[in-house]
């Protein structure tokens, strides 16, 4: 099973493929967690990408395409993907399809995740007081934002077309929310 968890920052992707994985057994990739742990970690990739994270900007399709083709195997091994910040731009749908389907394997569903802009500045400035992300300045959300809707939101149509998107009102509560996105995931 192959699942994209798809919405802009702060629509509970990271916190719905968290029960997923407790629920399912199926393993989160995260290419925003595994970018932070590069940069906590120091290493050269990490410091590469420092700056870029820090100004809410995309890094490369080819680092973040490598990462999650690196873990692939351990997904697979689990029974299930569940791909969280990723794909990004269009490249990277397009990349992540062909690497599925060199391992006979595709994208099952994409869950998109929908929750009003209002709604996400304050769950991102709240996160910030939380887990004192370096990226949830009011400043770095609105320009996030903005780089969702330029790059990111263009994955709509293109799941749309593949006949794979399901729509999912993230809005409610995490229980209302997960409760959804298992209605959605079974009525295949
Ligand atoms: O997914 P998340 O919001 O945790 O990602 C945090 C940051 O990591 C993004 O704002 C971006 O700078 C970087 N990122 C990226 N490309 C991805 C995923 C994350 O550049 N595919
Ligand atoms: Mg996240």
Redesign the pocket.
Known sequence: MNIILFGP??SG??TQAKRLVAERGWVQL????M??AARAAGTELGQR?SA??????????E??IELIRERLPEAEAAGGAIF??????VA?AEALDTLLQERGSAVDTVVELKVVDEEIVQRLVKRAEDEGRA?DTEE?IRN?LK?YYDQTAPLIPFFSAQGKLKEVDGMGSMDGVAAAIAAALDDK
């Open positions: 920052p702060g992707k990271g995260s290419t925003g967690d970018l932070r990408v870029i994270i820090d100004a809410g900007e995309l890094v490369s399709d680092i973040v969280d910040g990723f794909p990004r731009t990277q990226d770095v996030r780089v």
